[in-house]
């Protein structure tokens, strides 16, 4: 089955304490991204990878860092965690080129960070 | 820039009557529409797309989207809702010169009366 797993679904941490969020695709995609949902925001685009070794900053970059060392994963780090980091997760993946594939979102994270 | 504004951030609805979401898009370039639903504690699922040719999309459980380039709406409508359609809708685009990056509108939250 096609699918992105997020892991772990859910998580509670302290401040400052490093944690790491893991995603992996099954289709072969090459673009992968991280957004957080926040309530009345909507999905914001946190960092994206148009492939191996390629990445890039979205719209809300700040405090958190990527990876991509293979095709499939594509792990999201937050080095020092801080509360205003609290938020719903969600890792997604595509095709490249000229837009024109819809993204597969994973089932999200939810993070809370005291 | 691109941007994306749905403009009812809650719909409260009876079940069995119609509803329509509404989009707007702004964009100097052509764009690919998109209509995700999030349902409770899920990740976001393609509902339809809208990427050339009929300017009448449908799609899944009933839905259905025009695209109108004129006024760069892309409003989505069902004849007839159940209450298994009570979720958060979103609506996001894709511009074809910047690989997938997408961008999301704020979401509406559709609720479905019995």
């Known amino acids: 089955e096609a699918q992105v797993t997020q892991n772990p679904r859910y998580l509670i941490t302290v401040t400052g304490k490093k944690l790491t969020v893991t995603c992996s695709q099954n289709m072969n995609h090459e673009y992968m991204s991280w957004y957080r949902q926040d309530p009345g925001l909507g999905l914001r685009q946190i960092y994206y990878?148009?492939?191996?070794?390629?990445?890039d900053k979205g719209d809300v970059p700040e405090g958190y860092k990527v990876s991509r060392k293979e095709k499939r994963n594509f792990p999201l780090i937050l080095e020092s965690p801080s509360p205003n980091q609290t938020s719903l997760y969600f890792c997604?993946?595509?095709?490249?080129?000229?837009?024109?594939?819809?993204?597969?979102f994973g089932q999200g994270t939810r993070l809370t960070v005291v | 820039a691109q941007s994306v504004t749905q403009l009812d951030s809650q719909v409260p609805v009876f079940e069995e009557a119609p509803v329509e979401l509404r989009c707007n898009y702004s964009?100097?370039?052509?764009?690919?529409l998109f209509w995700y639903v999030q349902y409770p504690n899920q990740g976001l699922q393609l509902l339809l797309k809208?990427?050339?040719?009929?300017?009448l999309v449908k799609g899944i459980n009933g839905f259905e989207a025009e695209f109108n380039k004129s006024q760069t709406s892309f409003h989505l409508r069902k004849p007839s809702v159940h209450i298994s359609d009570t979720a958060e809708y979103f609506c996001a685009v894709s511009v074809w010169n910047t690989g997938n990056q997408f961008y999301f509108g704020t979401g509406t939250s559709l609720t479905v009366i019995p």
């Open positions: 964009s100097s370039v052509s764009v690919y």
């Open positions: 990878s148009m492939n191996v070794e390629v990445t």
């Open positions: 809208y990427l050339s040719g009929s300017t």
């Open positions: 997604a993946s595509s095709w490249p080129g000229q837009g024109a594939s819809e993204a597969f």
